[in-house]
Nanobody, 122 residues
Framework: VQLVESGGGLVQPGGSLRLSCAAS????????MGWFRQVPGKEREFVSA????????YYSDAVKGRFTISGDNARSAIFLQMDNLKLEDTAVYYC????????????????WGQGTLVTVSS
């Protein structure tokens, strides 16, 4: 199983970024995928999840209404469209995959990407 993130960068407050996570080595139909983020010195926190079985989406309260997660089974990828970015969104964003929504929300999986840095700064 391999997960590779891309799309991070530097953006001003109020701006947008789109993260991508390309998956390989497993069948997406049986997995839920999602995003966590981590600020240095703090624990990783759940951001969003996407369920390929029903195309269901889930968000933390911190990003609800600003971030949109989507998935493309044919491309074996998920995406995170981040709009109206705030200073507090600055973090390393990690893609993850697990069998089951709860496992993604709690981060109870061995399948993580290497992370991509998002910096929101004026």
């Amino acid at each position: 199983v391999q997960l590779v993130e891309s799309g991070g960068g530097l953006v001003q407050p109020g701006g947008s970024l789109r993260l991508s996570c390309a998956a390989s080595g497993f069948t997406l139909n049986y997995y839920t995928m999602g995003w966590f983020r981590q600020v240095p010195g703090k624990e990783r926190e759940f951001v969003s999840a996407f369920d390929f079985i029903g195309d269901n989406t889930y968000y933390s309260d911190a990003v609800k209404g600003r971030f949109t997660i989507s998935g493309d089974n044919a491309r074996s990828a998920i995406f995170l469209q981040m709009d109206n970015l705030k200073l507090e969104d600055t973090a390393v964003y990690y893609c993850l995959a697990a069998k089951g929504l709860w496992a993604v929300i709690t981060g109870a999986t061995d399948y993580w990407g290497q992370g991509t840095l998002v910096t929101v700064s004026s």
